[in-house]
């Protein structure tokens, strides 16, 4: 496609349910990343893949989250037993840089992210 | 992120007004992303500087590393209305043996309203 997409663009979920928020990258890009943004504040890493691997989950808050990539293309964040603090919005990025440690730098194109409210 | 300091916060000027907005690491960097965030929206990018000294511009918009890899800093010439939004720097830090993945370290953003 044109672009990154992240459906949906809203979701509202009451304390506890799961959620599965769904990021199509730029067609051929290797590299996909998400990141969690709260109100106000700048974006924050959650995890990395490499095609389907996922490379650095380190910045997962805690294990209730869950992001795989099993084709290498489309990836799904599942949050399971929301709180109120996963309220945010949750962003995902695509590169075209293919390895960890390549000495260049790829430009990450964003989604327009999924907006999650907690009730 | 402490990791990433960027100034002001916020900045109201008036159209036709020349701005800065600042970004500090207390890490090197491997490389320093400049984007631009509409309300409820993703993140548009910007620029993207890699080595010291480096300086880039795009229309009215220019960017700067300096040469240690630690500041970063936008300027906005003869600001219009549509560069209002949430302008946010992102750090690729580097890593061990002077690498990177792409990882970005994001500051908390800087809220520009340009009133007409």
């Known amino acids: 496609g044109a672009g990154v997409s992240q459906s949906p663009r809203y979701k509202v979920a009451k304390r506890g349910q799961d959620v599965a928020l769904r990021c199509d990258p730029i067609s051929g890009h290797v590299s996909l990343f998400w990141y969690q943004q709260a109100l106000g504040q700048g974006p924050e890493f959650l995890t990395y893949?490499?095609?389907?691997?996922?490379?650095?989950k380190s910045g997962l808050p805690s294990d209730r989250f869950f992001a795989e990539r099993p084709e290498g293309s489309v990836s799904t964040l599942k949050i399971q037993r929301t709180q109120q603090e996963d309220s945010a919005v949750y962003l995902c990025?695509?590169?075209?840089?293919?390895?960890?440690?390549?000495?260049?730098?790829?430009?990450?194109?964003f989604g327009p992210g999924t907006r999650l409210t907690v009730l | 992120s402490q990791e990433l300091e960027q100034s002001p916060q916020s900045l109201i000027v008036q159209e036709g007004k020349n701005l800065t907005i600042n970004c500090t690491s207390s890490k090197t960097l491997y490389g320093l992303y400049w984007y631009k965030q509409k309300y409820g929206e993703g993140l548009i990018f910007l620029m993207m500087l890699q080595k010291g000294g480096e300086e880039k511009s795009h229309e009215k918009i220019t960017a700067k590393l300096d040469e240690k890899k630690q500041q970063s800093s936008l300027h906005i010439t003869a600001s219009q209305p549509s560069h209002a939004g949430i302008y946010l720097c992102?750090?690729?830090?580097?890593?061990?043996?002077?690498?990177?993945?792409?990882?970005?370290?994001f500051g908390q953003g800087t809220i520009l309203t340009v009133h007409p």
């Open positions: 893949f490499q095609n389907e691997a996922q490379l650095d």
């Open positions: 990025a695509s590169s075209f840089r293919s390895f960890p440690g390549q000495r260049l730098t790829d430009t990450q194109y």
């Open positions: 992102g750090a690729d830090i580097l890593g061990a043996g002077g690498t990177s993945y792409g990882k970005l370290t």
